[in-house]
């Protein structure tokens, strides 16, 4: 007696299935640190203190493990400064720096728009009474 092959009632429907299994384990191995971040790129700043000077510059947000990272922070920081991300909310965290004759401690706060600019206030503690404010306007090139 002849057996009939295990799965020939399903001969034409093997490919697709093929195909959904290979779709499905595809999308579940993507993972969101892997996508390109809308958010990350270099941005030419202008920043405005509190005696209304101006200065232009250009930054560069990179996506981290741990969030983000902001290079060139304020024209001045020779090491990069961490932030955070939260829908179009950039949140700079109180981070203390510590130079040969200074310390100071950054921290500041922004948002982003739907049109690429990015607009953020940040603060200089230089801890002697001393508070540094500034406002920047930052454009994604």
């Given amino acids: 007696m002849k057996r009939p092959p295990l799965f020939s009632s399903h001969k034409r429907a093997m490919p697709a299935l093929l195909v959904a299994l290979i779709m499905a384990f595809t999308a ?18 202008v920043e405005t203190d509190e005696f209304d000077d101006e200065e232009n510059y250009s930054i560069k947000l990179s996506k981290t493990s741990g969030g983000f990272e902001i290079t060139n922070f304020g024209d001045i920081m020779n090491v990069p400064v961490k932030a955070t991300i939260t829908g179009k909310t950039l949140t700079i965290p109180d981070q203390t720096f510590a130079g040969k004759t200074i310390t100071i401690v950054v921290s500041g706060q922004g948002s982003f728009t739907d049109d690429g600019i990015l607009t953020f206030d940040y603060a200089i503690d230089t801890g002697d009474d001393i508070m ?7 454009t994604k090139q």
């Fill in 28 to 45: 579940a191995s993507c993972s969101d640190d892997t996508a390109p971040n809308p958010y990350a790129g270099t941005y030419a700043v």
């Fill in 132 to 138: 540094l404010e500034y406002s920047c306007v930052a």
